[in-house]
Nanobody, 124 residues
Framework: VQLQASGGGLVQAGGSLGLSCVAS????????MGWFRQAPGKEREFVAT???????SYGDPVKGRFTISRDNAKNAVYLQMSSLKPEDTAVYYC???????????????????WGHGTQVTVSS
């Protein structure tokens, strides 16, 4: 499975930005998908995950501001970010996992495939 994330950029605090991640290879509809982020000097942080059936969950810092969605026909997962804050600045990664795999879906160690990441910078 190969994952290609796009859509990052520079945005002012309070603004919105959308990320996309397209998968190739494998059977996308069988996979759970996640978004993680990593700021300089910090560990990779869980942002959001969506199961193959569409059930989503979010990390506490982004609840109520970010929305994850997927389009199985396009092999794509999306992250819509709003009310952005400077502390949202990070490289954002999409990741894929076998949705039947046991394990915490907020743990990056439970994802098998990763994209290269896209930079999101929020200015104050």
């Amino acid at each position: 499975v190969q994952l290609q994330a796009s859509g990052g950029g520079l945005v002012q605090a309070g603004g919105s930005l959308g990320l996309s991640c397209v998968a190739s290879g494998g059977t996308f509809s069988n996979n759970g998908m996640g978004w993680f982020r990593q700021a300089p000097g910090k560990e990779r942080e869980f942002v959001a995950t969506i199961r193959r059936g569409g059930t989503a969950s979010y990390g506490d810092p982004v609840k109520g501001r970010f929305t994850i969605s997927r389009d199985n026909a396009k092999n794509a997962v999306y992250l819509q970010m709003s009310s952005l804050k400077p502390e949202d600045t990070a490289v954002y990664y999409c990741a894929s996992r076998n949705d039947l795999r046991i394990g915490d879906r907020s743990d990056p160690n439970n994802y098998e495939y990763w994209g290269h990441g896209t930079q999101v910078t929020v200015s104050s």
